[in-house]
């Protein structure tokens, strides 16, 4: 299975990105995915989950209302759309996935596959 994240960069405060992420390699699977980040010197913690189905999502508190998971099923591809980025939101971004599974993950040991990571750094 690959786990593969695309769309960070370098953007100021107040601005938008949106990085995708998609799952491949075990035909017929469906994914539950999630958004995790670790900024430096801290630990890696949870951003954003959905479920395979796109029914149920979780938002950590840092980013409720300003970021936003949604995926393309038919694709096993997620995005996250970040919108008002602040400096502390700065940090490497990871996709996770699961195959088979029909919960809504939050936790890192949840996931069996992990992206390489992606950095968002935003200057203020």
């Known amino acids: 299975v690959h786990v593969v994240e695309s769309g960070g960069g370098l953007v100021q405060a107040g601005a938008a990105l949106r990085l995708s992420c998609t799952a491949s390699g075990r035909t017929g699977s469906m994914y539950g995915m999630g958004w995790f980040r670790q900024a430096p010197g801290k630990e890696r913690e949870i951003v954003a989950a959905v479920t395979w189905s796109g029914a149920s999502t979780y938002y950590a508190d840092s980013v409720k209302a300003r970021f936003f998971i949604s995926r393309d099923g038919a694709k096993n591809t997620i995005y996250l759309q970040m919108n008002s980025l602040k400096p502390e939101d700065t940090a490497v971004y990871y996709c996770?996935?699961?195959?088979?599974?029909?919960?809504?993950?939050?936790?890192?040991?949840?996931?069996?596959?992990w992206g390489q990571g992606t950095q968002v750094t935003v200057s203020s």
């Open positions: 996770a996935a699961s195959p088979g599974s029909y919960d809504l993950m939050i936790k890192e040991h949840e996931y069996d596959y």
